[in-house]
T-cell receptor
Framework: GQNIDQPTEMTATEGAIVQINCTYQTSGFNGLFWYQQHAGEAPTFLSYNVLDGLEEKGRFSSFLSRSKGYSYLLLKELQMKDSASYLCAVSPNYGQNFVFGPGTRLSVLP | DSGVTQTPKHLITATGQRVTLRCSPRSGDLSVYWYQQSLDQGLQFLIQYYNGEERAKGNILERFSAQQFPDLHSELNLSSLELGDSALYFC??????????????FGPGTRLTVL
């Protein structure tokens, strides 16, 4: 089966750094994606990892360890607009649908 | 704006009815995916089409069906609607179905309310 786990909720302060973890157990692996979703809106792409290591993109970075079935999304210099749900998704095989985790709801406080 | 369009934006209907949700993928994208997101729930994959053919099936009920037309737009048909079908329905598209990086681009969603 396919299973992806994320913390349900996190809270952080404006200007701080937060790390959102994701663990996965899937039948195959063809990449891990992070999406941001504001309430009632469409998910928007943040990052993609297929090899082990860190991918940096401005204030957002994503890390992958395939041997551990583990990824994290790091958000730096938090802003109020970063309050959203963050979805971890794994592509188990070529061209297959994503398996999405339950999402982590992040609240950024002033 | 992802380039994926969905209509209608909102739909209110009664139990037992049938509705059709429409999705137009980004120009050039061959794959279309449908997802259901109930209140405070994660995205549940329903079905995928690639260039007109069904490619993968997820947790799609028998009351639900979909198709992708020659112009690549897709429709999701929901019948014998129940209260529990109330949800946001997202369509996503991607350029290819095999090989490497296959980021999905999501449409704005259709909010279905069944009364």
């Amino acid at each position: 089966g396919q299973n992806i786990d994320q913390p349900t909720e996190m809270t952080a302060t404006e200007g701080a750094i937060v790390q959102i973890n994701c663990t996965y157990q899937t039948s195959g692996f063809n990449g891990l994606f992070w999406y941001q979703q504001h309430a009632g809106e469409a998910p928007t792409f943040l990052s993609y990892n297929v090899l082990d290591g860190l991918e940096e993109k401005g204030r957002f970075s994503s890390f992958l360890s395939r041997s551990k079935g583990y990824s994290y999304l790091l958000l730096k210099e938090l802003q109020m607009k970063d309050s959203a749900s963050y979805l971890c998704a794994v592509s188990p095989n070529y061209g297959q649908n994503f398996v999405f985790g339950p999402g982590t709801r992040l609240s950024v406080l002033p | 704006d992802s380039g994926v369009t969905q209509t209608p934006k909102h739909l209110i209907t009664a139990t037992g009815q049938r509705v059709t949700l429409r999705c137009s993928p980004r120009s050039g994208d061959l794959s279309v995916y449908w997802y259901q997101q109930s209140l405070d729930q994660g995205l549940q994959f329903l079905i995928q089409y690639y260039n007109g053919e069904e490619r993968a099936k997820g947790n799609i009920l028998e009351r639900f069906s979909a198709q992708q037309f020659p112009d690549l737009h897709s429709e999701l048909n929901l019948s014998s609607l129940e209260l529990g079908d109330s949800a946001l329905y997202f369509c996503a598209s991607s350029p290819r179905t095999s090989g490497g990086y296959n980021e999905q681009f999501f449409g704005p969603g259709t909010r279905l309310t069944v009364l």
